[in-house]
């Protein structure tokens, strides 16, 4: 029996770029263990796409992890007909058809709106002043909790993410998620507590229909905003910081060379906004070699993944037109992310294409700041305009 090989990292410096030691582990081994996480990371592309798919090995059945002990038992925590019961309650609101018909044209019309109350301003930071607020009113209205503002859902949505990812056993920061989700609950408890419109396509309503358990119902909720807000917003800031900082593939994309959805998966694909899936360990396995045990922690490294040498032309770089459809940016199993065209539409079909339109002389000002390995996206990305322009 042979068990994989150790990898120590730094805490902080993952935190503020995992890529240098996602590459040494990829070149290492297929199967490394790290034991400031406690968990087996694997980092080759072919390696997650082919084992993800094994849920009787790869279990996301988890009752002891983070996410179930904080958020509750939501559907990607279950495996089998368990999930795709609770993933089919709540398709009508994420397909394609619903999507195009419904929410799209409610993505722009908030798009607009906030554009319209930052464009006199000349500058702003796009996290905080557009890419927070267009994504977080994008997802009131998706989860049906409109008695949260925008601020508060990025809030929660921060607090609970932190507390999924709080493998140090931080005390403030599983704090703060036991706060975001009381706030969530008394919303949910709120909204419950009134009629839901029959033609309502929110979360909350589509799974009261399905006649979905409460407990279900309020882990999904939270489930969806701990994904559906940081993923978007810092997908929306770093894809224009992106562009931004590639000024001849922006001016490709202007003139309708390159598409906003290239530049969009281009950047899921090189930054990675959801950089790992956690995964349990359901029988013993052997892996390259590696011999895993039951109940091991195991970590899909999509962040490694998307840059991964034997796959990517250049894997290290943003490139419009690089060959990227082998990317594993919203995973690669039946817990594939069940919000991709809801994503894809308000980032490459309104926040994006809109926040260009809007601000002639779109800018950096200031170098963007980065942090995350869990979650990963800008801190801050500094930008100016001429508030001029109509």
Known sequence: MARAEQYNVDLERFWQDPYPD?????ARAAVVYVPQLQAYLITRRNDIFREEKKVEVFSSAQPDGLMVQLMGENMMRKDGDAHMQERRAIFPTVSPKTVRDHWLAQFRAVTQEVLAELQPKGSCD???????????????????????????????????????????????????????????DECISARLAGDLDPDDLSLLAVQKRAGLEEAAIRANIKLAISGGQNEPRDA????????????????????????????????????????????????????????LLPDDRVFLMYGAGNRDERVFA??????????????????????????????????????????????????????ASFGGWAFRGPLSVPVAWSSTSS
């Open 236 to 291: 929306i800031a770093g894809t224009a910081w992106a562009l931004l900082r590639h000024p001849d593939q922006l001016a490709e994309v202007l003139a309708g060379g390159a598409t906003w959805m290239q530049a969009f998966e281009e950047y899921a694909r090189w930054i990675s906004p959801i950089g790992m899936s956690p995964r349990r360990v359901a029988k013993e396995y052997a892996l390259h070699g590696v011999t």
């Open 314 to 367: 250049h894997p290290e770089v943003f490139d419009l037109h690089q060959e990227s459809s082998a990317a594993i940016s919203f995973g690669a199993g039946p817990h594939f992310c069940a919000g991709a065209w809801v994503s894809k539409a308000l980032i490459a079909q309104a926040a994006l294409p809109m926040l260009f339109e809007a601000m002639e002389g779109l800018h950096l000002t200031e170098e």
């Open 126 to 184: 796009l996290v905080r002043d557009y890419a927070m607020v267009v994504s977080g009113e994008a997802l009131k209205r998706i989860t049906g909790l409109t008695n949260l503002t925008a601020q508060e859902m990025d809030q929660v949505s921060q607090h609970m993410i932190d507390g999924c990812a709080n493998y140090g056993a931080d005390r403030e920061v599983e704090h703060r998620c036991h706060a975001a989700t009381r706030r969530i």
């Open 22 to 26: 996602l590459a040494k582990m990829r």
